[in-house]
């Protein structure tokens, strides 16, 4: 069974500051993972999307890689800006389904 | 009307009340899917439709039962509901199921639902 973490839990930096976001999984058999922002009582806004078979993949300040073969994948965000304060949720699918961690709620500081 | 939308946004019923929830998607996809996300617990999905047909149902209580009339529109039947079952009810669609590496998904933004 999939399992997906998200560490840390919960992050709060200063605004301007360059952060990564982790995510491991535990099956390495997917066809992708998606990284996805949620604003409180919203739904999901994708980012990011990888295939297995790339490495990585970036839009504007944001770039997502992926190491299929460790089970890891992570989120940078350059630049950081108080608009990015969200929850972060990084999902990988397999057959199916799209199973999701818990997510990293991020805050910028102005 | 663009992408996936969801109605009502947010819903308060009793115990015993019978209510749903609608989805449609404006993408031209054919699979949808109904997930639940409650306060400190990832986001788990529910119910699977690929070309109208339930593909998989995951060990959801049957006091939920979906409808899936055709490819743009699902719904979530709701009766006799618990207030642990209170929670944000996403609804999301992509092109297919067929586990295709181009599959991503797209959501709409949620019925906050509280039982009371």
């Known amino acids: 069974k999939q399992e997906v973490t998200q560490i840390p839990a919960a992050l709060s930096v200063p605004e301007g500051e360059n952060l990564v976001l982790n995510c491991s999984f535990t099956?390495?058999?997917?066809?992708?993972l998606q990284w996805f922002r949620q604003d409180p009582g919203k739904g999901l806004t994708s980012l990011l999307l990888?295939?297995?078979?790339?490495r990585e993949q970036t839009s504007g300040r944001l770039n997502a890689s992926l190491d299929k073969s460790s089970g890891r994948s992570t989120l940078y965000i350059a630049a950081s800006q108080p608009g990015d304060s969200a929850t972060y949720l990084c999902?990988?699918?397999?057959?199916?389904?799209?199973?999701f961690g818990q997510g990293t709620r991020l805050t910028i500081n102005p | 009307e663009t992408g996936v939308t969801q109605t009502p946004r947010h819903l308060v019923m009793g115990m015993t009340n019978k209510k749903s929830l609608k989805c449609e998607q404006h993408?031209?996809?054919?699979?949808m899917y109904w997930y639940k996300q409650s306060a400190k617990k990832p986001l788990e999905l529910m119910f699977v439709?690929?070309?109208?047909?339930?593909?998989e149902n995951n060990s959801v209580p049957s006091r939920f039962s979906p409808e899936c009339p055709n490819s743009s529109h699902l719904f979530l039947h709701l009766h006799t509901l618990q207030p642990e079952d209170s929670a944000l009810y996403l609804c999301?669609?992509?092109?297919?199921?067929?586990?295709?590496?181009?599959?991503?998904?797209?959501f709409g933004p949620g019925t906050r639902l509280t039982v009371l």
């Open positions: 999301a669609s992509s092109p297919t199921t067929s586990g295709g590496a181009w599959e991503e998904q797209f």
């Open positions: 099956d390495s058999a997917i066809y992708n």
């Open positions: 990888i295939q297995s078979s790339q």
């Open positions: 999902a990988v699918r397999g057959a199916q389904k799209l199973v």
């Open positions: 993408l031209g996809h054919n699979a």
């Open positions: 439709y690929n070309f109208k047909e339930q593909t």
